[in-house]
């Protein structure tokens, strides 16, 4: 990891010298190499402030001509971002490294937001599996097109994330989530590099065969255990929609609804009053009330923001 991090940062610099624009996905994955440098030195456990002092060579190296220090500057670089995942993204692993548990805390929130009715609130997925065929179809919470990705790089970026942080079982079920989004959405865009990052990082770390999706009693779905199936999807496409709600759409969009309220209340339940109201202030928002009242407020704009209200 020390090596990949070095390789990332001088690529960083390179593109950024170069084009003018922040390389965010290489300074992205140079800072999920970092923390997993930090956890291994931390055995593992929580990211500690004693071991975030790494070899000058994994930093990105500043202008010359600039005057700012390094934390001003990384602030700056992800504000120019215009990507909104990506920027989120970028906030959550920065966040991370400078053990800012409230930017953590808010960034990861932002990410969960834009899962949309699709992320598990306890992190257990729930997806059905279906026998392969050659047109799969989709259960209802995938039913609307990934167009902007802004599902798959929510899903795949917070995998990331649990991953450098060392933990495996949330990392699983979010990259099996965004591999579900890629197979939903892959129809026309199946030559985007992108589509090809859950697989890649699901094969490397061995994640197809040692468990299976629990089944729900509506049996529409993909078996993402299946890897022919998976092949197929990924190379061919041909994913029909199930677009034959009928009755029950309303229903299941309130069911949704309510995982989605309970799950980010869930991620920022330890966020104290005065973060809250900072929060809430940067926002634009009533910072009076109880705190619950400021958590209803913060999951509502949230939501908003993330276009799932």
């Given at each position: ?118 992320f598990p609130s306890s992190l257990k997925s729930t997806l059905p599996t279906l026998s392969p065929t050659k047109k799969t179809t989709v259960s ?130 330890d966020l104290k009053m005065v973060d809250l109201k900072n929060e809430l202030k940067a926002r634009k928002l009533k910072v009076s009330g109880s705190k619950k009242e400021l958590q209803d407020r913060l ?11």
């Open positions: 990891y020390h090596g990949a991090a070095e390789s990332l940062a001088k690529n960083a610099q390179r593109y950024e010298v170069r084009f003018m624009e922040p390389a965010s996905e290489e300074r992205i994955w140079r800072d999920a190499a970092e923390l997993k440098v930090i956890s291994s030195l931390n055995g593992g456990r929580k990211v500690s402030k004693k071991f975030t002092d790494v070899p000058a060579a994994m930093r990105v190296v500043l202008d010359e001509d600039s005057n700012l220090d390094e934390k001003t500057a990384e602030i700056e670089n992800i504000a120019s971002e215009r990507r909104k995942v990506i920027r989120i993204a970028r906030q959550l692993f920065s966040s991370s490294l400078r053990n800012d548990s409230k930017g953590m805390t808010l960034a990861r929130a932002q990410l969960q937001a834009c899962c949309g009715d699709s209802s919470s995938f039913q609307s097109k990934d167009h902007k990705m802004h599902k798959l790089h929510s899903f795949f970026y917070l995998g990331l994330h649990y991953d450098a942080l060392g933990r495996s079982y949330e990392s699983k079920q979010c990259m099996k989530m965004a591999l579900k989004t890629c197979a939903q959405s892959i129809s026309g865009n199946n030559q985007d590099i992108t589509y090809l990052l859950p697989v890649i990082h699901m094969t490397v770390r061995d994640w197809y065969d040692d468990d299976e999706f629990d089944t729900e009693e509506d049996t529409k779905g993909i078996d993402l255990n299946d890897e022919q199936l998976v092949e197929q999807l990924l190379i061919e496409g041909g994913v029909e929609l199930d677009l034959d709600a009928g009755e029950d759409k309303m229903s299941n969009n309130d069911a949704t609804s309510s995982k989605l309220t309970s799950s980010l209340r869930e991620s920022i339940k999951v509502d704009d949230l939501k908003r923001e993330a276009g799932t209200s």
